[in-house]
């Protein structure tokens, strides 16, 4: 796993802990469940591409939830 992924992972479960205390365990197991599956992608392009999945799914579960 690249540098870039596991930064973009931690950067994630700091924003789950912006959620309500309910709903952090869900997102943040649902997060860990995601950066499991896609651990073995190796190629640049699909990296940048799961990665501004991640930023845009993170920015509406923020907004959805506020």
Same mark, same amino acid.
């Given at each position: 796993? &690249?540098? +870039? =992924?596991?930064? +973009?992972?931690?950067?994630? $479960?700091?924003? =789950?802990?912006? $959620? %309500? %205390? %309910? &709903?952090?365990?869900?997102? +943040? ?7 499991? @599956?896609? &651990?073995?992608?190796?190629? %640049?392009?699909?990296?940048?591409? $799961? $990665? +501004?999945? =991640?930023?845009?799914? @993170? ?8």
């Amino acid at each position: 796993m &690249s540098q +870039a =992924v596991k930064q +973009a992972y931690r950067e994630v $479960l700091k924003l =789950v802990k912006r $959620l %309500p %205390p %309910p &709903s952090r365990g869900y997102y +943040a197991q649902y997060a860990r469940e995601n950066f499991v @599956t896609y &651990s073995e992608v190796e190629d %640049p392009e699909s990296i940048r591409s $799961l $990665l +501004a999945r =991640v930023h845009h799914h @993170t920015c509406w579960v923020l907004k959805k939830v506020r």
